[in-house]
């Protein structure tokens, strides 16, 4: 790495980082009218490049948001993305650089959690991801799927108009609230990229919304496309991009309209939360399948004992874990954690890991005795496996829902 430099980009950079990015993913550059709207959603003062002889060859960005944790407890966040190096100068080190660099930086603004959306997953558990929440595709035949049996509650579902979007979503999902460990704040520059760009350039996305006795209450935003379905015919298709709502009854009713449409055969929804039950409002389980698992979130614990100590824990008694960050040391250690709270201790650990085995038990995704017998966490004391997976068991399965 000695004639590299990895540092802060400056505004006259900031594009061509972006380009390189996509080229990483063999993309092409993005337009103007895209990157007018792309260009705000990452803050200049975070975003990192690695330069070689005055050339960029390597990008690590990031924004500020916050995620909700198993309890309720809300804690800052850093959203990573935009992240690659050029294939000419890979395997040099100069990821492993950008994201050293990265990540103290984002324990300095003191953002104890960092995540991303890994794509390649053997990439990221060097620099301590682990995947925290994972989510299904899933497709419903609508025509099969349509005489769903009625729902209780009260509500009902409107079509917004497309100029009525941009100003809508936001503010349902923010009524909606971070009300499930995973979710996460979605910043003004989210917004830019995800929804209005794709707006301005026309792209036919419809939303609805549903409304309860207390106001709206939740949404979703799709397109309808036309997919093949056999030799020399094809269907209509409605994709779900984003559904979030402040219930599951709420967002079962919304199920329910989307698949109430007319002259439409199938409807697919990406990375929904593994235990939403859409099959139980069908009259035929089999008509709804899951298309993919998806790997929804990678996240990274950036101080561990501050996100240790802010998250609840179940009825179980205390276990010691030792954590092990190669990265960042300081978080390596011993950590008491119980119902009562998580305090550094001497004492000897019951369970050892390191911290992006930690990530994958934190939100509540996978027991600790999964983790145990896949090799990832070593039980020293295999007692403490049980109370384990009682401490960091959660009621429902994590989800995050926003992709960026």
């Excluded at 984002?106 to 990221?124: C, D, F, M, N, Q």
């Excluded at 949404?219 to 991009?241: C, F, K, N």
């Excluded at 002259?263 to 399948?289: F, K, Q, S």
Aim: glycine share 10%.
């Amino acid at each position: 790495m000695s004639d590299y430099q990895v540092r802060l980009l400056e505004e006259s950079e900031k594009r061509a980082a972006h380009t390189l990015f996509l080229g990483s993913l063999h993309s092409a550059p993005t337009s103007d009218e895209s990157w007018e709207f792309g260009s705000r959603g990452y803050p200049l003062e975070r975003c990192f490049g690695a330069f070689r002889a005055g050339r960029i060859v390597g990008s690590a960005q990031s924004f500020g948001a916050t995620m909700a944790v198993p309890g309720g407890a809300v804690l800052p966040l850093a959203a990573v993305s935009r992240v690659g190096v050029r294939a000419d100068h890979t395997r040099r080190g100069v990821l492993t650089e950008l994201m050293s660099a990265q990540l103290r930086q984002i324990r300095e603004l003191g953002e104890p959690l960092a995540s991303l959306h890994a794509t390649e997953s053997v990439i990221y558990g060097r620099f301590g991801y682990g995947v925290a929440c994972r989510g299904r595709t899933v497709e419903v035949e609508a025509a099969r799927g349509r005489p769903a049996p009625p729902l209780p509650g009260v509500g009902e579902v409107r079509i917004l108009d497309t100029e009525e979007l941009a100003a809508e979503l936001p503010r349902i999902y923010e009524r909606v609230g971070l009300h499930r460990p995973g979710m996460m704040s979605r910043p003004r520059g989210w917004w830019l990229m995800q929804l209005e760009r794709r707006l301005a350039l026309k792209e036919r996305l419809v939303g609805i919304v549903h409304s309860g006795p207390d106001g709206d209450d939740g949404y979703a935003l799709y397109e309808t496309t036309m997919v093949d379905s056999g030799p020399d015919r094809q269907d209509r298709r409605i994709d779900v991009h984003d559904m979030h709502g402040s219930s599951l009854g709420v967002v079962l009713a919304l199920w329910r309209f989307l698949l109430g449409a007319d002259l439409v055969r199938w409807v697919r929804a990406w990375g929904r939360p593994l235990d939403e039950p859409v099959e139980l409002i069908l009259p035929n389980r089999g008509d709804c399948r899951t298309v993919n698992l998806d790997e929804e979130t990678w996240l990274r614990l950036v101080d561990v004992p501050t996100a240790l100590a802010a998250r609840s824990y179940g009825a179980a008694e205390p276990v010691v874990v030792e954590v092990h960050d190669r990265l960042l040391p300081e978080n390596s250690g011993r950590y008491r954690v119980g119902q009562d709270g998580v305090e550094r201790t001497d004492a000897p650990a019951d369970l050892e890991l390191p911290v992006d085995a930690l990530a994958m038990l934190y939100l509540g995704d996978l027991p600790a005795s999964q983790l145990a017998a896949t090799g990832r966490l070593v039980a020293h004391e295999p007692a403490a496996l049980e109370r384990a997976d009682r401490l960091f068991v959660t009621a429902r399965s994590p989800h995050s829902g926003t992709f960026f």
